[in-house]
């Protein structure tokens, strides 16, 4: 046979990709050498010439991406108004020889080729006619933000062929296939709105066709390759979530799905034998690191401690209100710290070292930056945890929030009998454990281990936490601020022969200042008051003044 075009089969026309002039199809007919045995695919025993779908959302991943400007915003809320309205419904899918499964599905499409459709075209980059398989696509988005981020990587960013970007959907090529609904669904066969509660498909060779240029023939030393990706369609509790509620704003992980993140976090939270060896390890290193003034020491011992893990369990018994993992975590996290100041505080008395050099000092006036830091690392660190591909961050994520580093600080304080860095390396430490729980809590719920129902009494007892912590961090941000300016406005100028090159505050209170000034002497007791002078002028505030003078030859 060969095809022409009809003003009342488009389906047909569309499916078998024949021009749509009518002397331009017979022409290509007349001029065709190629006779090929071509597929047709029957549902519930009629043929089907284009596609059999369900829903509306997946073809808006069809339209044509020249869209520009306010059209692509204008197309993003229809896509996303009809997100909204989507619900799931059970189905029994049975392939050709695979055993059957149950599963909740919101779409379908079916196609005997993808060539004929325009979103299968997005979804399969090689299809044959004539290879004995049609294609069956099952939609299942678990939530409303993981369409819109789906949409927004195939349209505005523009998605390759992986579909990496569809990981809510499951693709099956076979030969024959039954899907059995719990109920009754509209289906759209050929345009032809049906009813029904059972689709049976099958791929018969039924038609000798004059080759179509449009739509590609199965070469003969190819292989038929069969496709069974159901890996991404819910199951068990996930399905049945699906289907008594409309699509929620975010994916909320079933029992099965966070069963192993629960173990990992409930032994997590445990303080065990090898969690307090490498709380003591990584505290001696650290003071180490800091007595001896050697960043990467210190990072080394960031690395090494465990303090992250009991920090994470606990953000989630803050966020499910799980007793036992909030006890657990605490009484964890209480473990490390005692630990942990009780060997640093042993180490200063027993190390005859007392200089209060930069990398101590740097961990004693925390401001709302560090709460930054913390929140950021408190929500990657929970991520990490939620996704396994991640999880080799968290060397990353631990050396950002820097847990042990002010711990032994403190206990660096209390063995110098300077309360002063004890208070502020605590305030830090406190600053880097609210603010992680906090934003894991937050992180955990964001990727659905909890409705918001359940979490909202932890989260709102951890943001009060963190407010009232972020007063002091508010005010040594307002502190660090003036001195940035104080420091900014005393460098880089001449006081009489001599340049300030350098300046940094030493002690707030009373304020003490080291300055590095050039000249090509050192300067007389009088040239260092005049100095003093100038500057205690400029900041209007009495200073002690530490010189150190470098010496141009030219």
């Known amino acids: 046979m060969g095809l022409l075009p009809h003003p009342e089969n488009i389906t047909l026309q569309k499916g078998f990709g024949i021009p749509g002039n009518f002397k331009a199809a017979l022409k290509e007919i007349i001029s065709c050498e190629t006779i090929q045995a071509s597929d047709l695919l029957f549902c519930n025993g009629q043929p089907v010439f284009h596609q059999i779908n369900s829903g509306k959302i997946m073809h808006f991943f069809a339209s ?3 869209k520009k400007g306010h059209h692509k915003l204008v197309h993003l809320f229809r896509f996303f108004k009809l997100s909204s309205k989507s619900k799931s419904v059970l189905v029994k899918v049975k392939a050709h020889d695979k055993e059957a499964f149950e599963t909740a599905i919101s779409e379908l499409l079916i196609v005997q080729h993808s060539k004929n459709v325009s979103i299968s075209r997005l979804l399969v980059s090689e299809s044959f006619t004539n290879d004995g398989l049609f294609h069956c696509f099952l939609f299942a988005p678990r939530s409303i933000a993981q369409m819109i981020r789906a949409y927004f990587l195939k349209i505005f960013l523009g998605g390759n062929q992986s579909n990496k970007e569809f990981d809510f959907m499951g693709h099956i090529k076979t030969e024959s296939l039954e899907l059995t609904f719990t109920k009754a669904i509209s289906i759209s066969v050929d345009s032809r709105i049906e009813k029904t509660d059972c689709i049976k498909l099958e791929v018969k060779k039924q038609i000798q066709l004059i080759q179509n240029k449009k739509l590609a023939a199965l070469p003969k030393e190819a292989n038929l390759k069969r496709t069974y990706q159901i890996n991404n369609l819910p199951r068990g509790e996930a399905k049945r979530e699906l289907v008594t509620k409309r699509l929620p ?3 909320h992980a079933s029992t099965e799905e966070f069963k192993e993140l629960f173990r990992v976090l409930r032994e997590n939270a445990k303080p065990r034998q090898t969690y307090v060896v490498l709380m003591i390890l990584s505290t001696i290193l650290a003071s180490f690191g800091l007595f001896a003034n050697s960043s990467p020491v210190v990072i080394g011992a960031m690395i090494l401690a465990p303090l992250m893990s009991p920090i994470i369990s606990l953000s989630m018994g803050v966020l499910r209100q799980d007793k036992i993992l909030v006890k657990n975590g605490l009484i964890t996290i209480l473990i490390g710290v005692v630990v942990g100041l009780f060997f640093a505080i042993l180490l200063t008395i027993i190390t005859p070292i007392y200089e209060i050099n930069k990398e101590i000092l740097s961990r004693t006036n925390p401001n709302i930056i560090d709460l930054g830091i913390a929140v950021v690392s408190g929500a990657a660190g929970a991520y990490a945890h939620a996704k396994e591909e991640v999880a080799k961050t968290l060397a990353g994520v631990a050396i950002a929030v820097a847990l042990v580093p002010p711990l032994a600080v403190s206990g660096i304080g209390i063995g110098l009998l300077n309360f002063d860095i004890f208070l502020g390396a605590f305030l830090l430490l406190l600053t880097n454990l609210t603010g992680m729980v906090l934003t894991g809590a937050l992180t955990f719920l964001l990727v659905g281990y ?10 709102i007892i951890s943001l009060m936490i963190v407010s009232a912590i972020s007063i002091p961090l508010g005010y040594g941000f307002f502190t660090k601020v003036q ?27 009373p304020l003490k200042l080291g300055i590095t000034v050039a000249s090509k002497s050192f300067p007389t007791a009088s040239e260092t008051q005049l100095i003093q002078d100038d500057l205690e002028k400029q900041i209007k505030q009495s200073i002690d003044l530490e010189v150190t003078v470098k010496i141009r030859t030219n």
């Open 450 to 459: 909890s409705p918001f129902r359940l979490a909202r009494r932890g989260i």
């Open 249 to 251: 704003w975010i994916q």
């Open 64 to 66: 044509k991406n020249e």
């Open 483 to 509: 001195d940035s300016k104080m420091i900014a406005n005393l460098s880089n100028q001449t006081i009489g022969d001599y340049e300030i090159q350098q300046v940094n505050i030493i002690r707030r209170n």
